[in-house]
C-alpha cells in the first residue's frame, strides 16, 4: 500500500506516484476545528491549485466504486460534495443532486437527521429531486463516522431511488464510517488517521 507520512493513497496513486504526493502535499490539517479535540482534515487547497484539481478530478473518476453504466445521476453532500460532485457528473454525462443543509431549499423537502463527531445536524433534498428506480452515486470530500452519508442514503431510498456506491476523496481511520457503508460499494482516494 502506497504511503505518505501517516496517509495511505493507495487508489490516489492509480494517478501516478508523483502526481498522487503533490495532491496529499497539498492537504491542510487544522488542530481544534471545528471544535476542540478535532483535527479538521482540508482538502480545499487542492482544489484552489490547478494540477491538484486536474490529478483529484482525474483520480475520483478512476476509483469510482462501480462503472459509470451503474449509476443514473450523482448525489453531493453539501457542501464539500457541491465541489466534487458536478465535476464528476458533468465528465460522465449524468445529473446532479445537491443534498443540503436543512433549510436551504424551498419546499417540499426529505429530511434526515443525522450524527457527526462533534453534535448532529439535518440534510434535505427536494422530493423530486430523485425518481423512482433512479441509481445514484454519492460523492463528499470526507467520510469519517458515516452518519451524513448514511442519511444521504435514507434520503435517496426514501424518495424510491437507489444507492449505486460512495465516492470519497479522504478516509479517517478509526471512526468506522467505511464500516457503516459497508452494505455499499464504495471508494476513497486517501485514508489517514483521524
Not at 26 to 44: A, M, N, Q
Not at 112 to 128: P, V
Not at 168 to 178: A, H, K, Y
Amino acid at each position: 500500500m502506497a504511503q505518505s507520512g501517516d496517509i495511505s493513497i493507495q487508489q490516489l496513486s492509480a494517478v501516478g506516484e508523483e502526481d498522487a504526493q503533490y495532491v496529499v502535499s497539498l492537504f491542510k490539517s487544522v488542530s481544534g476545528f471545528p471544535k476542540e479535540g478535532i483535527l479538521f482534515r482540508d482538502f480545499l487547497p487542492v482544489l484552489a491549485d490547478p494540477r491538484g484539481l486536474s490529478i483529484i478530478s482525474d483520480a475520483l473518476l478512476r476509483a469510482l466504486p462501480v462503472s459509470p453504466d451503474e449509476f443514473d445521476a450523482v448525489a453531493g453532500l453539501e457542501a464539500r460534495g457541491f465541489l466534487i460532485g458536478p465535476q464528476i457528473a458533468s465528465s460522465l454525462g449524468k445529473g446532479f443532486i445537491a443534498l443540503r443543509k436543512s433549510g436551504k431549499l424551498p419546499p417540499p423537502t426529505l429530511s434526515q437527521e443525522y450524527s457527526l463527531e462533534y453534535g448532529t445536524a439535518t440534510i434535505e433534498m427536494e422530493t423530486d429531486s430523485v425518481k423512482p428506480g433512479e441509481r445514484v452515486l454519492v460523492v463528499d470530500d470526507l467520510i469519517a463516522t458515516g452518519g451524513s452519508a448514511q442519511a444521504a442514503a435514507k434520503l435517496i431510498e426514501q424518495a424510491g431511488g437507489e444507492v449505486a456506491g460512495f465516492s470519497f476523496v479522504m478516509e479517517l481511520e478509526g471512526l468506522d464510517g467505511c464500516e457503516v457503508l459497508s452494505n455499499y460499494p464504495l471508494s476513497t482516494l486517501v485514508s489517514m488517521p483521524a
